[in-house]
């Protein structure tokens, strides 16, 4: 026990990301708002749907806004509770908004001491028949948003595109990571069998190559199915989906250099030059290719970076460990294969 | 200063074979023609996107045409003679340096036939030269090292190209981007720093070839 606790250590965080990421309810949110596009100077009433909501539980105390910017909202008129799931809201937009565009996006705000606050961003439009800023600063009936609840449990946040599928960035993101410390020792490994020759150095480097490759195709499979569900399509031609195949491509490669060498001493030397050449190639394709160009991704052409604004601190919690975890899983699965491969040349030597 | 001496060396050597056996060098031109010749009967008008791709892919079969014969075409007993009389690093520099200036021919020929039937669609000629230069020296130094890889194996043709198109893919999306550039397809603000990265590439897979090498010529 004293040499395979992080085995256990890594079954027991992987067990912990697959109930925490999957049984942890989302917070509320609000599916749409119906009509999305409203004109100015009208009494409009907006059906809101909600998920995870129990708007029955908050009847009187539920409060919504229409939030134009930092300072400025409009508060609900009325609120009408119809189940868990739906509200009916009436707002009265001024005829002049105090702004010069055309069509004016609104965050809806819902807020309820039972479920917490929840936000829609730009879930109305506003069409202004006649443009007069001057005269829609002076006639804005200006209402502060304050003392918003917070619900008092663990809850993932509710991202409209995303939905249930947030849960994926445990399984889908993390195996990445984990692909990705085990190319790198791969590489330390093939290092050190140049420094010194040893066999088992080279056996170790295609072990976790491998282990390597599986992540890869988990990751790619999984960003399939969660591209399937938020982009539309299961390939999208998204610079990183691409990439990523390449990538995989070079490390099929490796395997099919190790096969074409009969000579385990030529076949180890080789593999590893190889090894080291191909993992500098990979860095650029991963990493500053997709930088540069548009993509889907976060982090790349213009969207938001990976951390700043997609994880909140329970999301931390499970994402953390889970990149540890698969590690730690990815290393003893890679030690499993590299003792199959020693007990099988023993056998054949004998 | 006797390293310098050796590529030089090496160099002349490598071009008065090149010389000799014309039927290398005339093969390739004779490919490179052909292609463009089926491109232009298959298409017949080619929009600048289309001349910009297919101009990169030609290159891309007939460098590794051309730089496949490196390392495979010689027999490993003539290579171990070569290793006893200079250094491996002299002979992996003059022929990657020899391969890069027969990938710079090999290119302006491209360019010429395919500009010749196609029409010219090139606006910024020194930045397309700058491709050209830098793609050439990219190509060369790839497939240059990962012909010496595969010359080790026995059927080193195939493993030629299955090591090398995966590993040349990122260089070969930065000349595309460059050159589309050059061509008036794309306006990029931040030209300079791709130039820049891709001899940063060039740069970082020449200076891991010559560490590598040393471990891969020994048999």
Redesign the interface.
């Known amino acids: 026990m004293k040499k395979h606790w992080w085995k256990a250590l890594g079954v027991v965080i992987v067990l912990y990301s697959f109930f925490m990421g999957l049984l942890t309810p989302l917070k509320t949110g609000i599916l749409e708002a119906n009509p999305a596009s409203v004109r100015t100077g009208q009494e409009v009433m907006l059906e809101v749907k909600g998920y995870n909501s129990f708007y029955t539980q908050a009847q009187n105390e539920l409060r919504a806004w229409l939030k134009m910017d930092s300072e400025r909202a409009l508060a609900a008129r009325r609120v009408e509770v119809v189940d868990d799931r739906l509200v009916k809201l009436t707002f009265d937009i001024p005829a002049f908004l105090p702004v010069d565009k055309k069509v004016q996006d609104f965050t809806l705000i819902l807020d309820s001491p039972a479920d917490g606050a929840s936000v829609l961003p730009s879930g109305v439009f506003v069409t202004q028949d006649s443009i007069n800023a001057a005269l829609g600063e002076t006639a804005w009936p200006n209402a502060d948003i304050a003392n918003l609840h917070e619900k008092a449990a663990i809850t993932f946040p509710f991202r409209n595109i995303l939905g249930e599928t947030i849960r994926n960035t445990y399984y889908h993101v993390p195996l990445w990571f984990a692909m990705f410390i085990l190319f790198i020792s791969a590489v330390v490994y093939s290092v050190k069998h140049?420094r010194n020759f040893d066999q088992r150095y080279d056996e170790q480097a295609a072990a976790l190559t491998s282990v390597g490759i599986l992540y890869g195709i988990l990751g790619l499979v999984t960003g399939a199915i969660w591209a399937k569900h938020t982009w539309g399509a299961y390939w999208s031609f998204d610079v990183k989906q691409n990439m990523t195949a390449?990538?995989l491509?070079?490390y099929g490669?490796y395997f099919?250099?190790r096969a074409?060498?009969e000579d385990p001493e030529?076949k180890a030397?080789?593999s590893?030059?190889?090894n080291?050449?191909?993992f500098?190639?990979l860095i650029?394709?991963l990493y500053?290719?997709p930088k540069?160009t548009d993509s889907l991704h976060p982090g790349a052409g213009g969207n938001i970076a990976f951390g700043s604004q997609d994880l909140d601190n329970t999301m931390r919690m499970v994402f953390y460990p889970a990149i540890i975890g698969w590690t730690l899983m990815g290393v003893w699965m890679a030690q499993l294969i590299f003792r199959m491969n020693r007990l099988k040349h023993r056998l054949l030597e004998e | 200063m006797n390293l310098f001496k050796e590529i030089i060396f090496l160099l002349r050597k490598e071009f008065k074979l090149e010389w000799r056996q014309k039927y290398a060098l005339s093969g390739i031109l004779l490919y490179v023609l052909s292609t463009v010749f089926i491109i232009y009967i298959s298409f017949q008008r080619v929009s600048p996107q289309l001349w910009n791709v297919l101009f990169w892919i030609i290159m891309l079969f007939a460098s590794i045409n051309a730089v496949v014969k490196s390392f495979v075409q010689e027999s490993g007993h003539r290579q171990l003679y070569y290793y006893q009389l200079a250094n491996p690093i002299a002979i992996l520099l003059s022929k990657m340096l020899y391969n890069a200036s027969l990938l710079l021919l090999l290119s302006v020929l491209t360019f010429s036939a395919l500009s010749f039937i196609a029409g010219n669609p090139v606006e910024e000629a020194g930045q397309f030269s700058l491709a050209l230069l830098l793609g050439s020296l990219g190509f060369s130094i790839t497939f240059t090292f990962v012909s010496a890889i595969a010359a080790k194996a026995d059927n080193s043709s195939t493993l030629m190209a299955i090591l090398s198109f995966p590993v040349v893919i990122p260089i070969l999306l930065l000349l595309v981007n460059l050159s589309a550039h050059s061509i008036g397809l794309l306006q990029s603000t931040m030209i300079g720093r791709d130039i820049m990265l891709l001899a940063s590439v060039d740069l970082i897979l020449v200076a891991l070839g010559l560490v590598l090498f040393p471990y891969l010529w020994r048999d």
């Open positions: 140049l390449v990538g491509l070079i490669a099919v250099l074409s060498f030529k030397r080789i590893a030059v190889y080291i050449f191909a500098a190639t650029p394709l500053v290719i540069l």
